[in-house]
Every structure is written in C-alpha cells, then in structure tokens.
C-alpha cells in the first residue's frame, strides 16, 4: 500500500514538473529582481520562475509572451505590461492614468496623474512639457504609438497610449537592471 502511495505521488510530481509553471510560458529573461536603472538597489519588480511576481508592491502570478508581461493579480484581473529586452537589462513600461484637465480635444491638452501628481501637455503645434520641466516635440502613430522627442535631458521614447473619454492611459518605458544586492 505504502509503495503504490509513493509511487503515485513520484509519478504526480514528474507530471507537474513535465508542465513547468503553473501559470504558463515564461521568458527566462524576465525571471529576477529588477530596479530603476537610475536607483539599482532598490527593487520595483521580481519575476520568479514559478509564475508568481511582485510589481510595485503587490502580488501576482504572470506569463510572458514575446511583447507583454501579463500579470494576473488574486481576483483575476489582468494587466499587460509591454517589455523590450536590451543589452543593459529590460525596458518596462509603467502603464499612467492621467486625467484631462481641460477641454480640448484628442491628445492636445494638459493632462494630471492624480496618483503622483504627473503632468503632460500637449499641444496642437506638436509640442509637449512633461511634468512641468521636460519639453520637446512629439508625434502620433496609427497604433497607439506616441513618440516623445525631448529638447535635451532624455533620449527620443516611444510611448503607447490610449484615449478613453477624459483619460489618457500611457504606457512609459522604464529601463529596468537587475537589482544590486
């Protein structure tokens, strides 16, 4: 009795270990802890091998595919983060709430993250300020994409983002390094 017991818990293990992570495909890539390239002891996310993270503070199981990082939190709500692989790490988009705080129309306007008191602005000449300070021009893609080119302090980024009545959900990338221990 004992040995059919034994045997059919090592042949329950095999199985579930033959499956991998209960949660699906992950790209071992993206399994670590990471942090803001410009603060790298501080960590903002881990992705374990067996599908379960942390990601600003809160729990989840995720999979990945080769574009998103799919976190599923207790209830089963999903969120897709966009992640690009570099030599230097991985660039993570945050995905922004912001508010319209005025009435214009389209992406042109002054637009507040009420969270974290973040500001964009965008204007009808092609122009935008970020966070009252960061300014340049920009340009719009028939995907979504949205290409901020900064006068000076950043690189060009390639944003994503979506208008849903008065609110503009952008997704920013972040470098990301694995964090220092």
Same mark, same amino acid.
């Given at each position: 009795?004992? !040995?059919?017991?034994?045997?059919?818990?090592?042949?329950?293990?095999?199985?579930?270990?033959? *499956?991998?992570?209960?949660?699906?495909?992950?790209?071992?890539?993206?399994?670590? #802890?990471?942090?803001?390239?410009?603060?790298?002891?501080?960590?903002?996310?881990?992705?374990?091998?067996?599908?379960?993270?942390?990601?600003?503070?809160?729990?989840?199981?995720?999979?990945?595919?080769?574009?998103?990082?799919?976190?599923?939190?207790?209830?089963?709500? @999903?969120?897709?983060?966009?992640?690009?692989?570099?030599?230097?790490?991985?660039?993570? *988009? !945050?995905?922004?709430?912001?508010?319209?705080?005025?009435? #214009?129309?389209?992406?042109?306007?002054?637009?507040?993250?009420?969270?974290?008191?973040?500001?964009? @602005?965008?204007?009808?000449?092609?122009?935008? !300020? @970020?966070?009252?300070?960061?300014?340049?021009?920009?340009?719009?893609?028939?995907?979504? =994409?949205?290409?901020?080119?900064? =006068? !000076?302090?950043?690189?060009?980024?390639? *944003?994503?983002?979506?208008?849903?009545?008065?609110?503009?959900?952008? @997704?920013?990338?972040?470098?990301?390094?694995?964090?220092?221990?």
């Amino acid at each position: 009795m004992k !040995r059919k017991v034994i045997a059919l818990m090592l042949a329950l293990l095999m199985i579930l270990a033959a *499956c991998g992570s209960p949660t699906g495909k992950i790209n071992d890539k993206v399994v670590g #802890s990471w942090a803001f390239n410009h603060d790298d002891t501080t960590e903002f996310a881990e992705f374990r091998d067996d599908g379960t993270a942390v990601y600003d503070g809160k729990k989840y199981t995720y999979t990945t595919d080769d574009t998103f990082i799919i976190l599923k939190d207790k209830n089963g709500s @999903e969120t897709k983060l966009r992640y690009e692989m570099t030599q230097k790490g991985m660039n993570l *988009c !945050r995905i922004q709430t912001y508010v319209r705080m005025d009435g #214009s129309d389209g992406i042109v306007g002054y637009w507040l993250d009420e969270i974290n008191s973040w500001t964009f @602005e965008f204007t009808e000449a092609g122009t935008f !300020r @970020e966070d009252g300070a960061f300014t340049g021009h920009y340009a719009t893609g028939s995907n979504g =994409e949205l290409k901020l080119m900064y =006068e !000076r302090s950043f690189e060009d980024t390639l *944003c994503y983002y979506t208008i849903e009545g008065d609110k503009i959900i952008i @997704e920013y990338p972040w470098p990301m390094v694995k964090t220092a221990k």
